[in-house]
């Protein structure tokens, strides 16, 4: 058995390494996977827990350590703004704060489906490695600018940066698990992020306290204190973070052998393509991508996300600034009056994501509070993951203009904006939910296959 095990995960590693000259009509015999192995599989359900285990502890902290950092970079924004920023650079002059968040996302946007077709050439940890530190060091940057037109430069690299970093994580995750155990990781990986995102405020607080040291102003450390620490994790992340399933062999940066053994990996990529049939990519070639494309949910999936942004970013970009500059609570009331919210969103998040998988659903949770996907094929989820965020991006943007200081003190318009795309989320996802239910039993009943994947349902 150990011998079927090493053969299948070297030939499939060896497939990976060709796949930019596979033909896609010789996949699915590239990628078949021996009975034997899907039979000790469901014998040895504790190895499998093991195995299972072993990759949640060396890949959901580290990924949840950089999506915070990055959330910490991103959305401290308003925090810096009240710290001093907007004094000092004037960007509290007519809509310059708006324009600093909002070109963030033009670039964040434009290199999000480049940023996963890098991270599969490159690999997991020196890709995802690399944008950490670069953009960590960017913030440090960030710091020592005099004007706010230099910070505006810096926030369009700042989005070319973290384009990759949400996408690839999301995608590397979707690799790694089946459809039913992958919810639960999502969600402990964006708790991980929202929950440290939260508390950055108390952080800004206790870096203000400090006042002006070394010749700069307190908000000027916000940036270099933060910077540094992104810097350290993403350097941490180029060191100890794994690769795709099908790579899980090969040695890492500092480490002589690869995270898994040839038996575990076959395992593992066994699961996988039980479970959807893609453990294995096939190569990113205009005819893949195009008929992804062509599938209506590749398009209704963002316009979700970017629903579900425009609220998300709404709260995160004004809220300390509609605290602080409208409601008149002090810097110090401000910064700890943000830290619930998001405290109190990481502890549902996780619950909710664990009962999805137990109950293996998605449609009706998402109703409940306001992204759906079951994609099979791994360039549609590499495309699709990019699309989302593409998605989400919009919803930034959207965002950057939903509030603004001339509305103050209600923000009518804001709070209508941010209703409506609550309430388009909740139309499209009931739709979604009948339609996904309707086309399983056909399936079911054999008229239908779904995803062209032979066993394929989606989560509903």
């Known amino acids: 058995m150990a011998a079927i095990h090493k053969h299948e995960a070297v030939r499939i590693e060896n497939t990976s390494k060709k796949e930019h000259i596979v033909d896609e009509s010789h996949l699915d015999q590239n990628i078949h996977l021996n009975d034997a192995i899907q039979a000790e599989i469901d014998k040895d359900e504790k190895r499998v827990r093991k195995i299972i285990r072993k990759v949640d ?38 809509n310059r704060y708006t324009l600093v968040t909002m070109i963030f996302f033009v670039t964040y946007i434009l290199f999000d489906y480049p940023s996963n077709i890098a991270l599969r050439k490159f690999g997991a940890a020196k890709w995802l490695g690399f944008i950490g530190t670069a953009w960590g060091c960017l913030t440090i940057a960030m710091g020592f600018v005099q004007s706010w037109k230099t910070l505006l430069v ?11 970093m949400a996408p690839g994580c999301i995608y590397l995750l979707g690799a790694w698990y089946t459809r039913y155990e992958v919810q639960k990781r999502f969600a402990a990986w964006a708790c991980i992020g929202v929950f440290g995102s939260g508390i950055s405020s108390a952080l800004v607080y206790g870096i203000t306290t400090i006042g002006r040291v070394g010749g700069l102003n307190a908000w000027r450390w916000i940036f270099i204190i933060e910077g540094i620490v992104s810097a350290a994790v993403g350097i941490v992340a ?32 066994a699961r996988i393509e039980r479970d959807r049939a893609d453990a294995v990519p096939e190569p990113f070639t205009r005819r893949n991508v ?66 999805n998988d137990r109950l293996k659903v998605r449609g009706p949770t998402i109703i409940m509070q306001s992204l759906v996907i079951t994609l099979a094929g791994q360039t549609k989820r590499a495309l699709a993951t990019a699309m ?31 209703i409506t795309s609550q309430v388009v989320t909740v139309i499209l996802v009931s739709l979604n939910w009948f339609f996904f239910l309707h086309q399983n039993k056909k399936a079911e009943k054999g008229e239908v296959v779904l995803e062209e ?6 989560t509903i």
């Open 238 to 269: 180029g060191i100890v973070l794994i690769d795709f399933p099908d790579r899980a062999t090969r040695p890492g940066i500092l480490f002589r052998k690869g995270f898994l053994t040839p038996e575990e990996a076959a395992i593992v990529l």
């Open 290 to 355: 195009l008929r992804a494309l062509s599938d209506w949910k590749m398009w209704q999936f963002p316009f979700l996300l970017f629903c579900n942004n425009l609220t998300v970013y709404s709260f995160s970009y004004f809220l300390p600034i509609i605290l602080h500059g409208s409601m008149g609570y002090s810097t110090k009331m401000t910064y700890f009056l943000t830290i619930p919210p998001y405290v109190c969103a990481s502890i549902w998040m996780f619950a909710i994501g664990c009962l």
């Open 57 to 94: 502890f060396r890949m959901v902290p580290i990924l949840g350590l950089l999506y915070m950092w990055a959330l910490i970079d991103r959305v401290n924004l308003p925090n810096i703004q009240i710290a001093g920023m907007g004094t000092e650079l004037e960007t509290t002059k007519g």
């Open 154 to 164: 810096c926030r369009v690299i700042f989005g070319a940066l973290e384009a990759g």
């Open 388 to 418: 989302l965020l593409m998605g989400g991006g919009c919803g930034g943007i959207a965002a950057s203009f939903a509030f603004q200081s001339k509305d103050a003190p209600d923000y009518i318009p804001g709070m209508i904006t941010a």
């Open 453 to 458: 994947t032979p066993g394929f349902r989606y």
